[in-house]
């Protein structure tokens, strides 16, 4: 291709964007379609913060993208505005750093309200005084996010929730209400009865997205993001329908959207098209599935790549198979040989991540074996297999 044809074909097709950052993950969209019931549940349950009384503590539960952040953060900012500053909220994200330790977390909180606090040195209980005086200082009702808040039980000091939820009986000036949110079914349960209901005052559930209202919510973005009639027909349905047979994530619905634009600029297609958004998803698959493998564990890897090679001529593989095949390859490459036991939990471990399915079925008499195939794309498969077979040359 002579380079006059790259830049021009560039220059016509890097008219698809007309503002791409409104499809990123830091955009917030001015409204918030199909949210509307849990918006106005969310902010009767906050609106007693107007007052000055404490608001009942909500536990939020969705599943992934289905707005749950979004909603959270639109509520508590309008409120704020109203409050005449006399409610503050602090969001924290549980997932990302200052909050693994009991310690971390209450600096972290802390630091948000405008303290300063050296994130280690101090003894955790002169943390928490700080933390407990910060908050009387404020003199507020003040709303606390904990986003991702599963995270918390995983890596702290196991009480960090049942101190939070006993605050209140510490202040006199300031009051403090937890917004809980978590994509994790099982975790209301898994916690101690008297954090759990403390917690779950309220609870509000955000169900997934169905394809028609994933398709509203792309088409508001869309008309921010590109440019007039670049659009072909179709692709805004094509993205809402698979990221609704997913599980009607908005997250995927909008990456979809935005991969598949990206995709059909550097081919120097004037239009994005239906295939773009195929294209999209093996990539967005691809690059999920790699970086995954590439943070498992080197048996793991393996394991994996056991599979991977024995399904090469055939569709499906017993767990058996696997194992002896196992073993011979860490033999080759001088790995331990784990148990059969370790090896079937590694196997169901990547049915979890969705990179092989298992069945399990009955043998009759000679009992139950597990039955794995694929359900990658071939794309996909390829990369996988060409990253699997650098690591073990
Ligand atoms: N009703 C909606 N209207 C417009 N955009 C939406 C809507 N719901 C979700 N989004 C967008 O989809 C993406 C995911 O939403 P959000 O981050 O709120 O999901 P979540 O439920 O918090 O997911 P997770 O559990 O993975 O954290 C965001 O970019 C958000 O702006
Ligand atoms: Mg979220």
């Known amino acids: 291709m002579s380079l006059d044809k790259i830049f021009s074909d560039f220059m016509r097709a890097s008219c698809i964007f007309k503002n791409r950052d409104v499809l990123s993950i830091s955009f917030t969209p001015d409204t918030i379609p199909h949210r509307e019931k849990q918006i106005n549940e969310l902010a009767r349950i906050v609106a007693p913060a107007l007052l000055g009384s404490k608001p009942s503590n909500v536990f939020i539960y969705g599943r992934c993208g289905t707005g749950k952040t979004l909603v959270s953060l639109y509520v508590t900012r309008e409120l704020v505005k109203r409050s005449n500053g006399n409610v503050k909220t602090v969001y924290i994200n549980c997932k990302l750093k200052g909050s693994d330790t009991k310690y971390r977390l209450f600096a972290t909180i802390t630091k948000e309200l405008g ?16 933390f407990i005086e910060t908050i009387e200082g404020e003199g507020k009702v003040i709303i606390l996010i904990l986003d991702e808040i599963d995270v918390l039980t995983d890596k702290t000091d196991g009480d ?14 300031s009051k403090l209400s937890i ?4 994509n994790k079914l099982g975790f209301i349960e898994s ?30 973005r869309a008309r921010l993001a590109f440019s007039e009639g670049v659009l072909e027909e179709g692709v805004i ?7 609704a047979q997913e599980h009607g994530d908005a997250r995927r619905a909008l990456d979809l959207l935005r991969v598949a634009g990206e995709i059909a600029e550097r081919s120097g297609s004037p239009k994005v098209k ?30 994996l790549y056991t599979i991977l090679r024995l399904l090469e001529n055939r569709k499906e593989v017993q767990t058996g198979d696997v194992f002896n095949e196992y073993s011979k390859l860490c033999r080759e490459y001088g790995m331990k040989i784990l148990t059969q036991r370790r090896v079937s939990d590694l196997i169901a471990e990547l049915d979890l991540f969705d990179i092989i399915s ?36």
């Not at 295939?275 to 793991?300: G, R, Y």
């Open 191 to 220: 916690l101690d009865p008297r954090v759990r209901s403390s917690l779950s005052e309220e609870e509000l559930i955000f169900p997934p997205y169905n394809a028609l209202q994933l398709k509203d919510i792309l088409i508001q």
């Open 358 to 393: 298992t069945k399990i079925i009955s043998l009759g008499r000679y009992g139950r074996t597990r039955i794995i195939t694929l359900n990658l794309a071939d794309s996909t498969l390829e990369k996988i297999k060409n990253y699997l077979s650098e690591v073990f040359t």
């Open 115 to 130: 303290k300063e606090v050296p994130f280690t040195g101090l003894p955790t209980d002169m943390v928490y005084n700080l």
């Open 274 to 303: 239906i295939e773009h958004v195929d294209m999209a998803e093996e990539k967005i698959d691809t690059d999920k599935f790699l970086e995954i493998i590439k943070t498992q564990p080197k048996q793991s890897q393996l394991v």
């Open 160 to 173: 960090i929730l049942y101190t939070l939820t006993r605050v209140n009986q510490e202040l006199k000036n």
């Open 179 to 182: 917004i809980g949110i978590t």
């Open 237 to 243: 349905e094509k993205c809402a329908a698979l990221a």
